[in-house]
C-alpha cells in the first residue's frame, strides 16, 4: 500500500475533527497545512505532527508534493479551492456545502471533470446512528417505508437571557447569512435521510426565524415525499431556549410491519422495545469524520466511488435548494 501524502487548507476550529480522521488512516502522511492565519496553521501543525505550514494555498501547492488535498474553509472560498487543486493533479474533499447554489456547483464539476477523484465532506450519513438506521430499514426491519418524521432542535442561535448560544459564540459570522438553518444545518439532515430512504422531493417548505438578530432562518417545517411513495416530515428549530445548544434529533420510520425510533442517543425498534441500541454521541461525533475520511482514502486506494461524491452530493444541493423554492426564497444568482 503506497503512502498517501496529504496537505490540508484551513485550521478553523472545525480542523481538528478532520485532522483527528486523518491520523486514524493507515499510511497516510499529512505533509502540509495553510491558513490565511498562519499562527492557527502553526498550532494544528504542531499538534498534529504536520512539518509543512503556509498562509497561502498557491505557495503550498508550488512547494509542497502531495497526492490529496483537504479543503476546510467558508463555503465562498470552495470553488477556487477547488479549481485550484484539480489543476495541480491533486485529488480532492472539500467540506459542505459544496457551493453557495447549484449553478455554482454544476459549473465547478463540469471545469473538475474526472482529471481528478473529487468528494464532498458531508459526513451525516457516516454517524453511527444514521448508518445503523440505513442497515435497518434496508435490511426490511420496518418493511415498506410509509412515513417519517424527522425533529431537530437545540439553542445553538437562541438562548436564556444573558447567555451567548452556542453556534454564535463559536462561529458569529452565521448570524449574516441570508439563508441559514437549512443551507448550514439541514442540509445535513437531508443527506441522512437520502441515506436511509432514498431520493426525495419537497411538497412545501414554511421558514421562520425565532431570533431577530440573525439574517437567516432558524426555524423550518418541510414535507417531502420519497420515490417510492413514504411522507416524510421535518420540524427543526435551533433557536429553542432550554434544549441542548448542539442539535438533539428524533426520527421515526414507520414501516406497513414495524417502526424504527432513533431518539438521542438511543434506536427502538417498537416490536422490541427492550433491546434498544445505544449509542455514545460523543464519539459518534468523530467517528462521523473519521468515517468521512476513511471513505475517501478507500474510494482512491480501492478506484471505487465515493459515498459522498461531487456528483451523488450535488443531489442534496439540489434538494436543499428546492426547500428554499418552496419557501418563496429567492436565491442570489441562481435563476
Not at 28 to 49: E, K, N, S, Y
Not at 125 to 148: K, S
Not at 236 to 246: E, R, Y
Request: aromatic share 6%; hydrophobic share 45%; with cysteine.
Amino acid at each position: 500500500m503506497q503512502p498517501m501524502d496529504v496537505a490540508i487548507v484551513g485550521a478553523g476550529a472545525i480542523s481538528e475533527f478532520h485532522l483527528k480522521g486523518w491520523q486514524a488512516q493507515g499510511n497516510v502522511r499529512l505533509v502540509a497545512i495553510c491558513d490565511p492565519d498562519r499562527d492557527r496553521a502553526a498550532a494544528q501543525a504542531d499538534r498534529f505532527g504536520i512539518a509543512q505550514v503556509f498562509d497561502d494555498m498557491d505557495d503550498m501547492l508550488a512547494r509542497v508534493r502531495a497526492d490529496a488535498v483537504d479543503i476546510i474553509t467558508p463555503v465562498g472560498t470552495h470553488a477556487d479551492l477547488v479549481r485550484k487543486a484539480a489543476d495541480a493533479g491533486l485529488h480532492v474533499m472539500c467540506q459542505k456545502p459544496m457551493t453557495p447554489t447549484v449553478a455554482e456547483a454544476e459549473a465547478l464539476i463540469a471545469d473538475i471533470g474526472d482529471r481528478v477523484r473529487f468528494m464532498v465532506h458531508e459526513n451525516y450519513r457516516f454517524r453511527p446512528h444514521y448508518a445503523e438506521l440505513a442497515r435497518r430499514v434496508a435490511d426490511g426491519q420496518v418493511g415498506r417505508l410509509r412515513h417519517a418524521r424527522l425533529t431537530v432542535r437545540s439553542s445553538s442561535l437562541l438562548d436564556y437571557a444573558g447567555r451567548t448560544p452556542f453556534l454564535l459564540g463559536r462561529q458569529p459570522y452565521l448570524a449574516k447569512f441570508p439563508r441559514l438553518l437549512v443551507f448550514e444545518v439541514l442540509i445535513h439532515h437531508l443527506d441522512a435521510l437520502r441515506a436511509i430512504i432514498g431520493e426525495m422531493r419537497v411538497v412545501s417548505a414554511r421558514l421562520d426565524r425565532m431570533n431577530p438578530a440573525l439574517s437567516g432562518e432558524d426555524v423550518a417545517l418541510i414535507q417531502l415525499e420519497s420515490d417510492t411513495g413514504a411522507l416524510i416530515q421535518i420540524d427543526a428549530n435551533i433557536s429553542a431556549p432550554g434544549h441542548p445548544p448542539l442539535p438533539t434529533d428524533r426520527l421515526e420510520l414507520l414501516g406497513e410491519t414495524d417502526t424504527l425510533i432513533y431518539d438521542r442517543d438511543r434506536i427502538t425498534l417498537l416490536s422490541d422495545p427492550e433491546n434498544p441500541s445505544l449509542h455514545d454521541l460523543t464519539a459518534n461525533y468523530q467517528a462521523c469524520f473519521t468515517g468521512a475520511v476513511t471513505d475517501f482514502v478507500e474510494g482512491i486506494r480501492q478506484s471505487r466511488p465515493f459515498r459522498t461524491d461531487r456528483l451523488d452530493n450535488l443531489r442534496t444541493l439540489r434538494l436543499m435548494e428546492s426547500v428554499y423554492r418552496a419557501a418563496g426564497v429567492p436565491i442570489e444568482g441562481a435563476p
